[in-house]
T-cell receptor, first 115, second 111 residues
Framework: DAGITQSPRHKVTETGTPVTLRCHQTENHRYMYWYRQDPGHGLRLIHYSYGVKDTDKGEVSDGYSVSRSKTEDFLLTLESATSSQTSVYFC??????????????FGPGTRLTVL | GNSVTQMEGPVTLSEEAFLTINCTYTATGYPSLFWYVQYPGEGLQLLLKATKADDKGSNKGFEATYRKETTSFHLEKGSVQVSDSAVYFCALRSNTDKLIFGTGTRLQVFP
């Protein structure tokens, strides 16, 4: 199994509060991703990183920011949580493989509820 | 743009039944295609993949063939087990190296 952990695994917070989710990897993979999973939408990419301090926006980035100061950690911050950000958040990592094909390995997820 | 369409679930089957979960895609160029599986309370795991037309991915008794002419990548298994109950996601890797997921199909297998 890929060494990916997410913390916290569950969180309940109130509207307007800041929230930070952490993804930690032990694989030294270059690429890291944050997705949210919602019924009827599958997984949607929020932000991704292709190296330390190199990040970019995904499909649903509004209301989220990220930081990557070390290879192993990728933080997702909700500056002011809203109820629409209630979701399950997944971190993923990947690396280039032989022939250019790469796979994404997923963490166990964080269930966030915003009241 | 790129997109993936999966059949809606849940798919409910008896043990040892034949499984098909349909997946079609829209993409520019020649994407790589994937099936991921999510067991209850867990993250997604790669189940199988195919990188070019006519490739067949297979794993754990599941198979899917990359059909460029029909832009499809249907998942099949000849005899499902209760332990196969999960949510299955079809995905493509776009020409910008991002994964685009379908909405997922829940499979429920009963003894």
């Amino acid at each position: 199994d890929a060494g990916i952990t997410q913390s916290p695994r569950h969180k309940v917070t109130e509207t307007g509060t800041p929230v930070t989710l952490r993804c930690h990897q032990t694989e030294n993979h270059r690429y890291m991703y944050w997705y949210r999973q919602d019924p009827g939408h599958g997984l949607r990419l929020i932000h991704y990183s292709y190296g330390v301090k190199d990040t970019d926006k995904g499909e649903v980035s509004d209301g989220y920011s990220v930081s990557r100061s070390k290879t192993e950690d990728f933080l997702l911050t909700l500056e002011s949580a809203t109820s629409s950000q209630t979701s399950v958040y997944f971190c993923a990592i990947s690396e280039v493989r032989t022939g250019g094909l790469y796979e994404q390995f997923f963490g166990p997820g964080t269930r966030l509820t915003v009241l | 743009g790129n997109s993936v369409t999966q059949m809606e679930g849940p798919v409910t089957l008896s043990e040892e039944a034949f499984l098909t979960i349909n997946c079609t895609y829209t993409a520019t160029g020649y994407p790589s295609l994937f099936w991921y599986v999510q067991y209850p309370g867990e993250g997604l795991q790669l189940l199988l993949k195919a990188t070019k037309a006519d490739d067949k991915g297979s794993n754990k008794g599941f198979e899917a063939t990359y059909r460029k002419e029909t832009t499809s990548f249907h998942l099949e298994k000849g005899s499902v087990q209760v332990s196969d109950s999960a949510v299955y996601f079809c995905a493509l890797r776009s020409n910008t190296d991002k994964l685009i997921f379908g909405t997922g199909t829940r499979l429920q297998v009963f003894p």
